[in-house]
């Protein structure tokens, strides 16, 4: 994983992320989006794994639905931002030139 992968992801991720951890996912993935959107999807099991509300009445109020609304953005989101290690769009819509010649009549 070069720097400018490690630079995406931690741009998508947060600056705190673990750089060994995700060095280990991308050789095992092989791709910056797919290391991205798994961490992701791990944030978002870890947050619907407890209850995403819990109202203790005039004590206090912890609601975690919004986070992990959140996080689905920003999960759906990485489907249309370019990825450094993304293969370039340019060969995806690639032009090809192609020579027109009349046909000899009849």
Request: hydrophobic share 45%; no cysteine.
């Amino acid at each position: 994983m070069n720097s400018d992968v490690l630079r995406w992801l931690q741009a998508q991720l947060g600056p705190d992320t673990d750089t060994a951890d995700l060095a280990h996912r991308y050789e095992h993935l092989g791709s910056a989006r797919a290391v991205a959107l798994e961490v992701l999807h791990e944030r978002i099991a870890v947050l619907v794994a407890d209850p995403l509300k819990v109202i203790v009445n005039g004590v206090a109020t912890i609601d975690n639905s919004s986070n992990v609304a959140a996080l689905e953005r920003q999960a759906a989101q990485l489907g249309e931002a370019f990825a450094p290690d993304d293969p370039s769009p340019l060969n995806q819509n690639a032009l090809t030139t192609v020579q027109l010649s009349s046909r000899p009549r009849r």
